[in-house]
């Protein structure tokens, strides 16, 4: 099968290829990821995508694996393998993180990423939220177009890798933009953004708890429908404050990583992640 790269006017044989597998048709997410990084693309002999993967690389730093599928009539063939080399050949003997399912994750293992984290998916409608929340030395304000370098430079800081087209790419779909400001310096930010029926929260970066809690606040307050933030496993009280707000936790998704002993960035600071796609 021809190995070629994946383009926008592939992303219809991209949904037909996750429809195959149960996926969502989620359209705007794999355009936006063709947007700020690469994919490649099997085609299938009676048409169509036999399989596809998208790598997203942050400045020669890191770079993120998502999206891989491979079509139901194609499995067992070393699809899979062939792609996720190509996109590995891609990234660079740089730390390369990704989300393994349950299916991929034999795989990966073989091509040496290990797991360093997990995440857990936290799914629901808002329940009503507090008229205000109690700010002691910092105030959360809508995001402004001067914010973005304080933004962006932040984000490298907590994520490990320089994402300013990530962040330029959701900043032009959000809903709502948040940023967290103590002593006139911005020290934490959040975006919500829709894919489908459901209002994705992330990335939301904090200094700590209280702020994290403050800025998830106020990008879901009044969202209708569906609200989705996937947390890392480490931040029990967000976990609980979703938990409290409505939103109910799914098991675990492993982190995993390649060419490091751990995820890059002070992920202490990473309260949820944009999607699990850009890592």
Request: glycine share 8%; with cysteine; aromatic share 6%.
């Amino acid at each position: 099968m021809r190995l070629r790269p994946l383009i926008p006017d592939d992303v219809p044989a991209c949904l037909a290829l996750a429809a195959a597998r149960e996926w969502p048709a989620e359209a705007l997410k794999w355009r936006m990821l063709l947007s700020i990084g690469e994919g490649f693309a099997l085609e299938a002999p009676e048409g169509g995508l036999a399989g596809a993967v998208i790598s997203t690389p942050y400045g020669g730093r890191a770079g993120v694996i998502g999206m891989m599928l491979i079509a139901p009539a194609h499995e067992g063939r070393g699809l899979a393998r062939r792609l996720m080399e190509r996109a590995l050949e891609r990234l660079g003997p740089v730390p390369t993180l990704l989300y393994a399912t349950p299916q991929g994750r034999p795989l990966d293992e073989k091509l040496g990423f290990v797991e360093v984290d997990t995440l857990h998916k936290h799914v629901g409608t808002v329940r009503a939220l507090a008229g205000a929340f109690e700010e002691r030395d910092f105030q959360v304000r809508v995001m402004m177009p001067a914010d973005l370098e304080a933004v962006v430079a932040l984000d490298a800081v907590s994520f490990g890798a320089p994402r300013r087209m990530l962040l330029q790419a959701l900043a032009e779909v959000s809903l709502r933009s948040r940023v967290a400001v103590r002593e006139n310096r911005i020290v934490g930010y959040g975006l919500s953004w829709p894919n489908l029926d459901v209002v994705m929260v992330g990335p939301l970066v904090a200094p700590d708890d209280t702020v994290a809690q403050a800025l998830a606040s106020e990008l879901v307050r009044g969202q209708q429908g569906l609200v989705r933030l996937d947390i890392p496993s480490r931040f029990i009280e967000l976990s609980a404050w979703a938990a409290t707000h409505g939103l109910v936790k799914s098991p675990p998704a492993p982190l995993m990583v390649l060419h490091a002993d751990m995820a890059p960035g002070l992920r202490e600071h990473l309260y949820a992640v944009a999607m699990q796609a850009v890592g």
